[in-house]
């Protein structure tokens, strides 16, 4: 028989959960109140003002949207996200269903280099990325980027996509194809619908780390203006004399906005696609 927590236990875990909630959220808080203040201001001196709105304008939202372009530098950070999680998801399903369903000679092999390849720092090899982009011609263009983006998530939604893969029985394929569906019609109809939450997840973070990168968005697409990626974009805007940390503020309030609603409109699938994907190998 389960005995119920203690009163007083009950209120520690709340407190504690009540806690770190404030800690998560409050960066995200913070930010809300600096793109609300006047100037370019940071923090305020009155204490209440760093925890709740006790002034408000506007004005930094007015500037970012009509007399900055940061409409043109958030279209380009989302086609750049969308489509290198798009192309990241259909190479990497592949490869995890072929890992996760064939035996074939140099397979083990090659998920050892996955796993050792997922040791290593992506920074590193932003050099040699950079060469090859301008070697093919690609250097400062968003296709560029997006190749970028692509193969540097491969190696985790790969992993996690062939880990769920593992937990779905090979014998509905095989029933599917008894009744008459060839590999790809049972792979399509079958084993894609079933790894919805796997999708899901590696969607999810897939797309948000393309939206908020820095390093490689600022190095692979330095310049003009109208190519520039939001997150890169915001830092551009401070120069040696004064930074605009309310430009900053709404900015990344702005930026927020598309990982928030895209985590929501998938949050169904979060917890098993990544517990799922994870513990088999």
């Known amino acids: 028989m389960n005995r ?13 959960l009540i806690l770190f909630t404030i800690f998560a959220f409050y960066p995200v808080w913070f930010a809300i109140l600096a793109s609300g203040r006047l100037g370019d201001r940071l923090y305020t001196l009155n204490l209440l003002g ?16 009509f007399e900055r372009p940061f409409l043109t530098w958030f279209k380009n950070s989302l086609l750049v996200a969308s489509a290198a ?24 092999t090659f998920l050892v280099l996955l796993l050792a390849l997922s040791t290593f720092p ?26 970028a983006y692509t193969t540097g998530s491969l190696v985790f939604c790969t992993w996690n996509l ?24 049972a792979f399509t109809l079958i084993a894609l619908p079933l790894a919805r939450p796997a999708l899901a997840v590696t969607a999810i973070l897939a797309f948000m780390g393309s939206w908020g990168d820095f390093i490689f968005a600022s ?20 120069n040696s004399i004064s930074v605009p940390w309310g430009y900053f503020a709404a900015g990344a309030v702005f930026v927020i906005i598309p990982t928030l609603l895209v985590y929501l409109a998938l949050q169904r699938y979060f917890e098993s696609g990544l517990t799922l994907g994870g513990v088999k190998g």
Not at 85 to 108: D, K, N, P, Y
Not at 165 to 172: A, G, K, R, S, V
Not at 223 to 238: E, F, I, M, N, T
């Open 122 to 147: 992506g920074i590193l090899s932003l050099v040699a990325i950079a060469q090859l982009l301008t070697a093919i011609g690609l250097y400062g263009k968003h296709v560029g980027l997006v190749l």
């Open 162 to 185: 062939k880990g769920y893969f593992d937990t779905i029985p090979i014998d509905l394929e095989e029933a599917a194809m008894l009744d008459g569906c060839g590999p790809v019609e």
């Open 50 to 65: 760093m925890f709740i709105p006790t002034e408000w304008t506007f004005e930094n939202y007015r500037v970012m949207l």
């Open 85 to 108: 999680t798009v192309f990241s998801l259909i190479v990497a399903t592949s490869a995890a269903f072929a890992l996760s369903r064939f035996r074939f000679r140099g397979r083990e």
């Open 4 to 16: 119920k927590p203690r009163t007083g236990v009950r209120i520690l875990q709340y407190a504690i």
């Open 219 to 238: 190095v692979l697409v330095p310049a003009p203006d109208r190519l520039k990626l939001a997150v890169p974009a915001l830092y551009s805007l401070a």
